[in-house]
């Protein structure tokens, strides 16, 4: 079994930048991709970034060029980095970690960050 703990949500002004965390523990040797989802009140949960073990990165449309996802393999944790945040970012953002190589990991979810940004 796998656990995730997000961390670094918050409230933000647009324009601004947050930086996420995710930290990984259990049975991390068996996770390939890592990822970000997020869910506006009324909206279904969307893929916001995913990164592989080695690094391969996939992000959605809204959010390229500005968020960065990254990973850091020795403390188990993937980070997303996020500027020039707009107001339609504002959702609650969670960590996402699978077994296989896919673009949209979904074996394991943590508990959820809220990112508010207002306008």
């Known amino acids: 079994q796998v656990q995730l703990v997000e961390s670094g949500g918050g409230l933000v002004q647009a324009g601004g930048s947050l930086r996420l965390s995710c930290a990984a523990s259990?049975?991390?040797?068996?996770?390939?991709?890592m990822g970000w989802y997020r869910q506006a009140p009324g909206k279904q949960r969307e893929l916001v970034a995913s990164?592989?073990?080695?690094?391969?990165?996939n992000y959605a449309d809204a959010v390229k060029g500005r968020f960065t996802i990254s990973r850091d393999n020795a403390k188990n944790t993937v980070y997303l980095i996020m500027n020039s945040l707009k107001p339609e970012d504002t959702a609650v953002y969670y960590c996402?970690?699978?077994?296989?190589?896919?673009?949209?990991?979904?074996?394991?979810w943590g508990q959820g960050t809220q990112v508010t940004v207002s306008s």
């Open positions: 990164i592989t073990r080695v690094g391969s990165t």
């Open positions: 259990g049975s991390i040797s068996s996770i390939n991709a």
């Open positions: 996402a970690a699978d077994r296989t190589w896919t673009r949209r990991p979904n074996d394991y």
